[in-house]
């Protein structure tokens, strides 16, 4: 695996392979790999010829009180994983060479980020909004993976490609889960064994919301019952949405539809937990 630490020599060798007639397949990611990501991998190793994956902790998308600082980094192990999964090409840049100074133009997807997550967290969507455009612009993918954990984020950036008539194809691959359905993610090394153990209410909370809608319950109860079971786990420290949701809008649904989205936000302790679940009826 070629590892790539600047923007120049990324888009230079980028040019290059697109010239040999290759297809690019970017997964990007913010490193402590796991079998999300890994994924990920498997997926756009299947569709393309060269596959590229990005670690970068993107300053741009922690506000000021989060984990930015503390978010867990872990490059060789990285690589190692990196290599198994066969992707072709890392790349890892520094903050100065992705920021430089005088750095101002940030992307806002407006509406789409306001809601869920978007609420919780001023700012973040156009801190990943941003990056993403970034890569896009150094790594030129043909198609780029994102994980459905990360919903929300996946369609901001779908609706920003079309926006901005960018010509990759984001896909948007399955969460995948622990043996107790918690969706995998970098995050989850921060449960104590006791949140991490009771952190499983968060998918059972989905599962059974999914049973509802299916049964034809009106969203509200559904969102209600959601609450009360989240709520009603002591170490769940603070739920800050939870319920149905239009994929496409995010708005609360009230009546009945065709598609739903169902999501929860909790904290436990000082970790922020995230997952969804799309049900058709
Ligand atoms: O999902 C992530 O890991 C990040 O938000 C992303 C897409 C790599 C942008 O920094």
Not at 46 to 56: K, P
């Amino acid at each position: 695996m070629e590892i790539i630490r600047t923007p120049r020599i990324m888009k230079e060798t980028s040019k290059r392979l697109l010239t040999q007639g290759k297809t690019l397949g970017l997964v990007p990611t913010m490193g402590a790999l796991h079998g999300g990501h890994l994924f990920l991998f498997k997926v756009a190793k299947g569709e393309n010829d060269v596959v590229v994956a990005s670690i970068f902790v993107n300053p741009a998308q922690f506000g000021p009180s989060e984990d930015f600082d503390k978010y867990p980094k872990d490059l060789e192990s990285d690589i190692m994983k990196l290599e198994s999964a066969g992707a072709d090409i890392l790349f890892v840049p520094e903050v100065p060479a992705m920021y430089p100074e005088g750095f101002s133009t940030y992307i806002g997807v407006r509406g789409l980020s306001d809601r869920l997550c978007g609420a919780f967290r001023p700012g973040h969507f156009e801190g990943v909004a941003t990056v993403v455009c970034k890569f896009f612009n150094l790594a030129l993918p043909t198609r780029a993976y994102f994980g459905q954990k990360d919903f929300q984020q996946a369609q901001i950036i779908k609706r920003m490609t079309k926006d901005l008539n960018m010509s990759v194809e984001c896909i948007t691959c399955a969460t995948v889960r622990e043996n107790d359905g918690l969706a995998m993610s970098s995050r989850n090394r921060y449960l104590s064994p006791e949140e991490r153990e009771a952190a499983a209410v968060v998918y059972k909370s989905l599962k059974s919301a999914a049973h509802m809608v299916k049964d034809g319950v009106m969203p509200a109860s559904v969102t209600e019952h959601m609450n009360v079971m989240l709520k009603s786990e002591p170490l769940v420290s603070e739920v800050q949405y939870a319920g149905v949701y239009n994929p496409e809008t995010f708005e609360e649904s009230v009546l009945p539809e065709k598609k739903y989205l169902l999501a929860v936000a909790v904290k436990m302790g000082n970790t922020r937990l995230i997952d969804n679940i799309l049900v058709e009826i």
